[in-house]
C-alpha cells in the first residue's frame, strides 16, 4: 500500500448534509434526473395537499402549471403552522420546507405516498430554483420566499386573510434537471387515478402554457373503484357480463380498509390493478395473492353448490378465474409494510388472509344472489379453458 493510500483516513471524508447533499446527488433522492425525477417534485407537494382532503382537513387541491415554468399547488385546508406565529402543532413550515425527516414515516391511511421512495417536501424545495410558500392560517397571511433550498426570509406577514390553506409554487431547477418541462399528461394521469381510488377527493389540473389558451381539468369520482373498472374496460369495447361487484370492508386485522371492484368482460385480456394507500403496487403483494384467493374459492363454491361443476371435476385455478377479469384491489393502511424500499409490493402476513375472506364473503354473496349472472360467468370460464 502507498504512502498516500496511508495518509487517507477520516479527515478527508466530506459528510454532506440537508440541502447541499440533495443537490450534490439528486438522483438519489428522486430517482433520475430526467422526467421521471422531475415528476417526483410535482408529487410530493402535491402529495402533502391531497392527504390534507384525506385527514378531513380540506376540500380541494389545485394545481397551476405557470406560463414562466413554475408550478402551483394549493388547497383549503387550515395552512401549514407558522414557527413565528408560536404554531407547535407539528413541524412548522420552515421545518417542513428545510430539515430532511421533519414529520416523515411510513404515515397512515390519510397518508398519500404519491412518490415510491417516500421523499420530503424539504428534497422538493431543495431541487428548485426558487420555492414561494403561501399560508393563510387563522386570519393572517404569511409569506416566505427560497432559493434552492435555503430560506431567504424569515415568514412574514403580509395582511389579514378571510381564506385558509396553503400554496407552494416552485421552479424545478434548471441546473440541476435534464429537462424542467412538466408534463400535463404525466400528472393529469395521476390525478385522474387518486381521484378514483379517494372519493372525497376534488383535485384540479390547469396549464397556463398553450399559446392557443389554458386548458384544465377537475377530477372527482364519488363512485371509488367502481368507477376506476369501468374507466379500464371502456376503451376496449369488449362486452361485460355482470354488473359491476364493489364493497369496501373494514378490518382491524390489518387496521385499515379493504376496498375491491370487479367485472368479467368479453375479451381474454386480464385487466388487474393493485394499490396501497393510494399509491400503485405494480409488483403485487399479499393483498393481490388474497384476492385471488377469494375470488377462485368464491366461483369454485358457487360452481360446486350449483352443481356447475362435475363431482370428478378439478377445481377452476386462478389463471382459469382471472381470464377475462378486470379488477382494481386498493387497501388504506395504517401501518403500511412493504416488501422493498421502493414500496412497489406489498407485504404484512394478515393482509392475504383478511382479503381473500372479505372477496370470498362479497362475491360469494353476490354471486348467490345474481344466479343467471354467475352462471354466464362460470360458462365463460368453462368455455375458456376448454379452448385451452
Same mark, same amino acid.
Given at each position: 500500500?502507498?504512502?498516500a493510500?496511508? $495518509?487517507?483516513? *477520516?479527515?478527508?471524508?466530506?459528510? +454532506?448534509?440537508?440541502?447541499?447533499?440533495?443537490?450534490?446527488?439528486?438522483?438519489?433522492?428522486?430517482?433520475?434526473?430526467?422526467?421521471?425525477?422531475? =415528476?417526483?417534485? !410535482?408529487?410530493?407537494?402535491?402529495?402533502?395537499?391531497?392527504?390534507?382532503?384525506? *385527514?378531513?382537513?380540506?376540500?380541494?387541491?389545485d394545481?397551476?402549471?405557470?406560463?414562466?415554468?413554475? !408550478?402551483?399547488?394549493?388547497? @383549503?385546508?387550515?395552512?401549514?403552522?407558522?414557527?413565528?406565529?408560536? @404554531?407547535?402543532?407539528?413541524?412548522?413550515?420552515?421545518?417542513?420546507?428545510?430539515?430532511?425527516?421533519?414529520?416523515?414515516?411510513?404515515?397512515?391511511?390519510?397518508?398519500? $405516498?404519491m412518490?415510491?421512495?417516500?421523499?420530503?417536501?424539504?428534497?422538493?424545495?431543495?431541487?428548485?430554483?426558487? +420555492? &414561494?410558500?403561501?399560508?393563510?392560517?387563522?386570519?393572517?397571511?404569511?409569506?416566505?420566499?427560497?432559493?434552492?433550498?435555503?430560506?431567504?426570509?424569515?415568514?412574514?406577514?403580509?395582511?389579514?386573510?378571510?381564506?385558509?390553506?396553503?400554496?407552494?409554487?416552485?421552479?424545478?431547477?434548471?441546473?440541476?434537471?435534464?429537462? !424542467?418541462?412538466?408534463?400535463?399528461? !404525466?400528472? $393529469?394521469?395521476?390525478?385522474?387515478?387518486?381521484?378514483?381510488?379517494?372519493?372525497?377527493?376534488?383535485?384540479?389540473?390547469? @396549464?397556463?402554457?398553450?399559446?392557443?389558451?389554458?386548458?384544465?381539468? #377537475?377530477?372527482?369520482f /364519488?363512485?371509488?373503484?367502481?368507477?376506476?373498472?369501468?374507466?379500464?374496460?371502456?376503451?376496449?369495447?369488449?362486452?361485460?357480463? /355482470?354488473?359491476?361487484? $364493489?364493497?369496501?370492508?373494514?378490518?382491524?386485522r390489518i387496521?385499515?380498509?379493504?376496498?375491491?371492484?370487479?367485472?368479467?368482460?368479453?375479451?381474454?385480456?386480464?385487466?388487474?390493478r393493485?394499490?396501497?394507500?393510494?399509491? /400503485?403496487?405494480? =409488483?403485487?403483494? &399479499?393483498?393481490?395473492?388474497?384476492?385471488?384467493?377469494?375470488?377462485?374459492?368464491?366461483?369454485?363454491?358457487? *360452481?360446486?353448490?350449483?352443481?356447475? +361443476?362435475?363431482?370428478t371435476a378439478? @377445481?377452476?385455478?386462478?389463471?382459469?378465474?382471472?381470464?377475462?377479469?378486470?379488477?382494481?384491489?386498493?387497501?388504506?393502511?395504517?401501518?403500511?409494510?412493504?416488501?422493498?424500499?421502493?414500496?412497489?409490493?406489498?407485504?404484512?402476513?394478515?393482509? #392475504?388472509?383478511?382479503?381473500?375472506?372479505?372477496?370470498?364473503?362479497?362475491?360469494?354473496?353476490?354471486?348467490?344472489?345474481?344466479?343467471?349472472?354467475?352462471?354466464?360467468?362460470?360458462?365463460?370460464?368453462?368455455?375458456?379453458?376448454r379452448?385451452?
Amino acid at each position: 500500500m502507498s504512502d498516500a493510500a496511508d $495518509a487517507y483516513d *477520516a479527515s478527508h471524508i466530506k459528510v +454532506l448534509e440537508g440541502w447541499e447533499a440533495v443537490r450534490t446527488r439528486p438522483g438519489m433522492y428522486v430517482g433520475s434526473t430526467g422526467p421521471r425525477g422531475l =415528476h417526483q417534485l !410535482v408529487f410530493e407537494v402535491v402529495g402533502r395537499a391531497v392527504s390534507e382532503v384525506l *385527514a378531513g382537513r380540506a376540500g380541494t387541491v389545485d394545481v397551476t402549471l405557470t406560463t414562466d415554468g413554475g !408550478v402551483r399547488v394549493a388547497d @383549503d385546508g387550515p395552512g401549514i403552522g407558522v414557527e413565528d406565529a408560536g @404554531d407547535d402543532d407539528g413541524p412548522g413550515l420552515e421545518a417542513l420546507l428545510t430539515r430532511m425527516h421533519a414529520g416523515a414515516g411510513p404515515g397512515g391511511r390519510d397518508t398519500v $405516498a404519491m412518490s415510491l421512495s417516500g421523499i420530503e417536501l424539504a428534497v422538493t424545495n431543495a431541487l428548485t430554483s426558487r +420555492l &414561494t410558500a403561501e399560508v393563510r392560517r387563522e386570519g393572517i397571511h404569511w409569506l416566505q420566499e427560497y432559493a434552492r433550498g435555503v430560506a431567504l426570509t424569515p415568514p412574514t406577514s403580509a395582511g389579514t386573510t378571510t381564506r385558509a390553506g396553503t400554496t407552494l409554487t416552485f421552479w424545478p431547477d434548471a441546473d440541476l434537471f435534464e429537462t !424542467v418541462e412538466i408534463s400535463y399528461e !404525466v400528472l $393529469a394521469e395521476r390525478f385522474r387515478e387518486l381521484a378514483f381510488l379517494n372519493r372525497r377527493l376534488d383535485i384540479s389540473l390547469t @396549464d397556463e402554457r398553450p399559446h392557443g389558451g389554458a386548458r384544465s381539468v #377537475r377530477y372527482r369520482f /364519488p363512485g371509488g373503484a367502481r368507477e376506476l373498472v369501468a374507466f379500464l374496460d371502456a376503451p376496449t369495447g369488449a362486452s361485460v357480463h /355482470p354488473d359491476i361487484i $364493489a364493497f369496501e370492508r373494514e378490518d382491524p386485522r390489518i387496521a385499515g380498509t379493504v376496498e375491491v371492484a370487479l367485472r368479467w368482460h368479453g375479451s381474454p385480456e386480464e385487466r388487474l390493478r393493485s394499490y396501497a394507500n393510494s399509491a /400503485p403496487t405494480p =409488483h403485487g403483494g &399479499t393483498h393481490m395473492d388474497g384476492f385471488r384467493d377469494g375470488v377462485t374459492a368464491a366461483v369454485n363454491a358457487h *360452481a360446486r353448490e350449483r352443481r356447475l +361443476l362435475r363431482e370428478t371435476a378439478h @377445481d377452476l385455478t386462478a389463471d382459469q378465474v382471472g381470464e377475462g377479469l378486470t379488477a382494481v384491489v386498493s387497501l388504506k393502511l395504517d401501518r403500511p409494510e412493504f416488501a422493498g424500499s421502493t414500496r412497489g409490493e406489498l407485504g404484512g402476513a394478515e393482509v #392475504r388472509a383478511c382479503v381473500a375472506e372479505a372477496v370470498r364473503e362479497h362475491l360469494g354473496t353476490w354471486l348467490e344472489n345474481h344466479p343467471e349472472q354467475a352462471a354466464a360467468i362460470v360458462g365463460r370460464i368453462f368455455h375458456s379453458s376448454r379452448k385451452d
